[in-house]
C-alpha cells in the first residue's frame, strides 16, 4: 500500500469511532469498517456527488450499504462529513433506543441514509431501482437535471442471496452503466471462511451477467480511487472486487470470523488502536483529521449549486413537473379524473375480472400520472398491468414506462422498493398472489420504510381454477395482513377496483392489490363521491338493521349477495358488508365501527382464503364459510361448490346461529 499518512488518518477516523461505538455498545459489527474504512474515505471524500448542507439534493449520487450490519462505517462517514443530524453523540448511543444509530441503517432515521439494510442482499437489489429510476427520469428532463451515480458496498453475504442473481442478471441486460458493486472481498462470513459454504467464482458470474469487473486492493487508496473513476466510463454496470481484510489492524482477530459480529473486546480494542497508530480517546477525532473530512463534504457544493441554477433556468413547465414529481404530489387534474372514470363504471356496469378492472383503471391513471412506471414478472398477459402509455424500458430506450422483469418476483420488488425510494417516479408491478411469497421480505422492506409501492396481485383464489394448489393461494391474504404498515385491498368489483388504486396512489405506505382471474359482476350500481372503499368497510347490499351482518372481500362479495335473497325466504333480514381493508376498516371510528355491526345476532366472513384474520370481525361466536386447507385442481365454480362457498352455505352459516 501506499497511502499517505494523511489518508491513513482519514480511513482510521471511521475505524476508531467503529471500533468504539461497537465496543461501548457492546454490540455490533466492527470487522467490516475496519476493512473498508478505506474504500469509504476514497469514495465520500474524492468521488461521490453529495452536499450534506442539502442531504434529500434530487441530483446527488445514491450510496447503498447493502452489508448493513456494518452500519459504523455509515454513521461515522456521516458524522465526519458533517451531517447536521448525525451528532456525536448518535455515533455514542449507537444502536440504543430512539437514537439515529440503529443497529443496521434505517431509512428516514438520519439524512444519507438512502434505504432500510440489514437482510443481505436487498440493499443491492434496492439499487438496480434507483439505477433504474436515474436512466428513465433522465431520459425524461435531460441531462442536465438528473445524472447521478448509485454506488454499493455488498459483502460476500448479499452475492450469496438468492435475490442478487435476480439483480445482478436484470442490470446487466438493462445496461445500468451509472451502478457500481463495490464487493468488500474478505473471505470471512459468520461461521467462518466463505469456502466452507461457497466456491463461486464472483468475477466470472458477474462477467457473465454482462457486468465490467475490476479487481483492486482494497485497502490501496490509490488503486480504490482509480478503480471508481474507471467504473463512471464503463457503459455496463461495474462491480468492483475490492479484496480487503476483515477487522482490519486488529492484532489477533484481523481476518476471521471472530471480529465479523462482536465487539473487539478492551484488550483487542487497545492492542488495533496501537497498531494502527490511533492515540487519541474515544470518540474524539483530532481536529486536523476532522477538518480535512469537513472539507471533503463540501465539495460539492458548488456542483448543488450549478444544478438548482439549471433548474431554476428551466422553462417553467418542466421546473414545476420535475419539482411536483420529485415531492411525490399528483397533479391538480387527478380527483376529478377518477370521480368521471368512476361515474362511467357505474353507468357501464362492466362484468370483468378485476384484474381487468384494474387495467381499465390504469388506463386512465397511466394518462393522467407520467410517473407511474409498471411491471410484470413476466405474467404482463394474466396481471393486465401494461397500457397503451406503458411502452418498455431497455437498454436502448430509457423513456419506456414498464419493466420487463422478466420470472423475477423477488428483485421486482426489490427494485420498485429503490424505484420509489430515488423519487420522481411511482412503481407498480405484477405477479400472482401465490408468489408473493418469493417478494415478501421486500414487502416488508416497502412497509417498513412507508414506500408507495403497488403491488397488483392476480389470481387471488380458487378462482384461478385449473393450475391447482401450488397456484391458489389460501394462506397469502392473512400472511399479507399481518404486515404492519401495508394496505391489503381486495376489491369486489371495477368501482372497488378503481377506488382501491386511488387509496393506493395516494397511500404514503405499500399496497397490496389482489384480483380476481374470474369475471365478477357489477355490484356498486349507484354513483357515490365518496371513496367508499377508503372506509376499508361498508354495506354494499341488504337491511340496515339486519339480524345477519356478512362480511365478505373481493370475488365473494356477489356470493354474499346472493345469499340475501335465500335468507329473506326464511325470514332473517341480512346486510352484506364488503371488506376491502381490514387495515382501513380498523382506522374507523368507534361509531362508524358500531353501525357497521349494528345490532345482528349472527355474523359470517366469507372469503375464498382461510380464516386466519377474521377473528376481530367474527367474535367468539360468528361463522366463516371460506377455506380449510390448500384448494384442488379443476374449474373455478366446481371449486366454489366443492368447497361450500356458495349462497346455500352462507345461509348454512346464519341459521346456525340464530
Known amino acids: 500500500m501506499t497511502n499517505s499518512a494523511t489518508a491513513n488518518q482519514m480511513a482510521n477516523a471511521i475505524r476508531s469511532l467503529s471500533m468504539d461505538a461497537v465496543e461501548k455498545a457492546n454490540s455490533g459489527h466492527p470487522g467490516l469498517p475496519m476493512g473498508c474504512a478505506d474504500i469509504a474515505t476514497v469514495l465520500f471524500t474524492k468521488v461521490m456527488k453529495f452536499d450534506p448542507a442539502s442531504p434529500w439534493w434530487p441530483d446527488r449520487d445514491r450510496f447503498i450499504l447493502s452489508a448493513g450490519h456494518g452500519s459504523m462505517l455509515l454513521y461515522s462517514s456521516l458524522y465526519l462529513l458533517g451531517y447536521g443530524d448525525m451528532t456525536i453523540d448518535q455515533v455514542k448511543n449507537f444502536r440504543q433506543l430512539h437514537s439515529k444509530t440503529a443497529g443496521h441503517p434505517e431509512y428516514h432515521f438520519a439524512d444519507g441514509i438512502e434505504t432500510t439494510t440489514g437482510p443481505l442482499g436487498q440493499g443491492l437489489a434496492n439499487s438496480v431501482g434507483m439505477a433504474i429510476a436515474e436512466a428513465k427520469l433522465a431520459a425524461e428532463f435531460g441531462s442536465d437535471l438528473v445524472d447521478h451515480y448509485t454506488w454499493v458496498l455488498?459483502?460476500?453475504?448479499?452475492?450469496?442471496?438468492?435475490?442478487?442473481?435476480?439483480?445482478?442478471?436484470?442490470?446487466?441486460?438493462?445496461?445500468?452503466?451509472?451502478?457500481?458493486?463495490?464487493?468488500?472481498?474478505?473471505?470471512?462470513?459468520?461461521?467462518?471462511?466463505?469456502?466452507?459454504?461457497?466456491?463461486?467464482?464472483?468475477?466470472?458470474?458477474?462477467?457473465?451477467?454482462?457486468?465490467?469487473?475490476?479487481?483492486?486492493?482494497?485497502?490501496?487508496?490509490?488503486?480504490?480511487?482509480?478503480a471508481l473513476l474507471d467504473a463512471k466510463k464503463s457503459d455496463k454496470p461495474t462491480m468492483i472486487a475490492a479484496k480487503t481484510t476483515i477487522g482490519f489492524g486488529a492484532p489477533k482477530k484481523a481476518g476471521s470470523h471472530?471480529?465479523?459480529?462482536?465487539?473487539?473486546?478492551?484488550?483487542?480494542?487497545?492492542g488495533a488502536k496501537e497498531k494502527l497508530g490511533i492515540t487519541y480517546p474515544a470518540f474524539e477525532i483530532p481536529s486536523?483529521?476532522?477538518?480535512?473530512?469537513?472539507?471533503?463534504?463540501?465539495?460539492?457544493?458548488?456542483?448543488?449549486?450549478?444544478?438548482?441554477?439549471?433548474?431554476?433556468?428551466?422553462?417553467?413547465?418542466?421546473?414545476?413537473e420535475f419539482k411536483r414529481r420529485i415531492e411525490g404530489k399528483l397533479p391538480s387534474s387527478w380527483k376529478s379524473a377518477i370521480a368521471d372514470y368512476k361515474k362511467k363504471l357505474v353507468a357501464d356496469k362492466p362484468k370483468v375480472a378485476t384484474r381487468k378492472s384494474s387495467q381499465m383503471a390504469l388506463e386512465v391513471i397511466n394518462k393522467i400520472l407520467p410517473e407511474t412506471i409498471g411491471g410484470s414478472a413476466d405474467l404482463t398477459g394474466s396481471n393486465l398491468t401494461n397500457t397503451p402509455e406503458t411502452l418498455p424500458f431497455t437498454a436502448a430506450d430509457r423513456t419506456g414506462r414498464y419493466m420487463r422483469y422478466g420470472i423475477r418476483e423477488h428483485e421486482m420488488a426489490a427494485a420498485m422498493n429503490g424505484i420509489a425510494l430515488h423519487k420522481g417516479l411511482i412503481p407498480y408491478g405484477g405477479t400472482f398472489?401465490?408468489?408473493?411469497?418469493?417478494?415478501?421480505?421486500?414487502?416488508?422492506?416497502?412497509?417498513?420504510?412507508?414506500?408507495?409501492?403497488?403491488?397488483?396481485?392476480?389470481?387471488?383464489?380458487?378462482?384461478?381454477?385449473?393450475?391447482?394448489?401450488?397456484?391458489?393461494?389460501v394462506e397469502h391474504l392473512s400472511a399479507l395482513r399481518v404486515i404492519p404498515n401495508l394496505l391489503v385491498m381486495r376489491p369486489a368489483d371495477a368501482v372497488e377496483t378503481l377506488e382501491c388504486w386511488q387509496i393506493a396512489i395516494e397511500a404514503e405506505r405499500p399496497s397490496i392489490l389482489a384480483l380476481?382471474?374470474?369475471?365478477?359482476?357489477?355490484?356498486?350500481?349507484?354513483?357515490?363521491?365518496?371513496?367508499?372503499?377508503?372506509?376499508?368497510?361498508?354495506?354494499?347490499?341488504?337491511?340496515?338493521?339486519?339480524?345477519?351482518?356478512?362480511?365478505?372481500?373481493?370475488?365473494?362479495?356477489?356470493?354474499?349477495?346472493?345469499?340475501?335473497?335465500?335468507?329473506?325466504?326464511?325470514?332473517?333480514?341480512?346486510?352484506?358488508?364488503?371488506?376491502?381493508?381490514?387495515?382501513?376498516?380498523?382506522?374507523?371510528?368507534?361509531?362508524?365501527?358500531?353501525?357497521?355491526?349494528?345490532?345482528?345476532?349472527?355474523?359470517?366472513?366469507?372469503?375464498?382464503?382461510?380464516?386466519?384474520?377474521?377473528?376481530?370481525?367474527?367474535?367468539?361466536?360468528?361463522?366463516?364459510?371460506?377455506?380449510?386447507?390448500?384448494?384442488?385442481?379443476?374449474?373455478?365454480?366446481?371449486?366454489?361448490?366443492?368447497?361450500?362457498?356458495?349462497?346455500?352455505?352462507?345461509?348454512?352459516?346464519v341459521t346456525a346461529q340464530l
Open 516 to 653: 380476481s382471474r374470474q369475471n365478477l359482476p357489477a355490484l356498486r350500481v349507484t354513483d357515490s363521491d365518496e371513496n367508499l372503499s377508503a372506509r376499508g368497510a361498508y354495506v354494499i347490499a341488504g337491511d340496515k338493521n339486519a339480524d345477519a351482518v356478512i362480511f365478505a372481500t373481493g370475488s365473494e362479495v356477489s356470493i354474499a349477495v346472493s345469499a340475501l335473497d335465500l335468507l329473506k325466504e326464511k325470514g332473517i333480514s341480512a346486510k352484506v358488508v364488503s371488506v376491502p381493508s381490514m387495515e382501513l376498516f380498523a382506522a374507523q371510528s368507534d361509531a362508524y365501527k358500531a353501525e357497521i355491526f349494528g345490532k345482528a345476532k349472527a355474523r359470517v366472513a366469507v372469503e375464498a382464503g382461510l380464516e386466519m384474520s377474521w377473528g376481530k370481525l367474527l367474535g367468539d361466536k360468528g361463522r366463516f364459510v371460506g377455506m380449510k386447507n390448500f384448494g384442488a385442481s379443476a374449474p373455478a365454480e366446481a371449486l366454489y361448490e366443492y368447497f361450500g362457498i356458495t349462497p346455500k352455505g352462507i345461509v348454512e352459516a
Open 258 to 270: 471472530a471480529v465479523h459480529g462482536s465487539p473487539l473486546g478492551k484488550e483487542e480494542l487497545a
Open 433 to 473: 398472489l401465490v408468489f408473493t411469497d418469493y417478494a415478501r421480505p421486500s414487502i416488508r422492506l416497502s412497509a417498513i420504510m412507508s414506500q408507495r409501492v403497488i403491488y397488483v396481485m392476480t389470481h387471488d383464489s380458487i378462482g384461478l381454477g385449473e393450475d391447482g394448489p401450488t397456484h391458489q393461494p
Open 288 to 320: 486536523d483529521t476532522l477538518n480535512a473530512w469537513r472539507a471533503a463534504g463540501t465539495r460539492s457544493a458548488n456542483l448543488r449549486g450549478a444544478w438548482e441554477g439549471r433548474l431554476a433556468a428551466a422553462p417553467a413547465d418542466k421546473q414545476s
Open 154 to 226: 455488498a459483502g460476500d453475504g448479499c452475492l450469496m442471496e438468492g435475490v442478487s442473481q435476480e439483480a445482478i442478471s436484470l442490470a446487466g441486460h438493462l445496461k445500468l452503466n451509472k451502478l457500481v458493486v463495490i464487493w468488500d472481498n474478505n473471505n470471512i462470513t459468520i461461521d467462518g471462511a466463505v469456502s466452507n459454504a461457497d466456491s463461486t467464482d464472483q468475477i466470472a458470474r458477474f462477467q457473465a451477467c454482462g457486468w465490467n469487473t475490476i479487481e483492486i486492493d482494497g485497502h490501496d487508496q490509490a488503486q480504490i480511487e482509480r
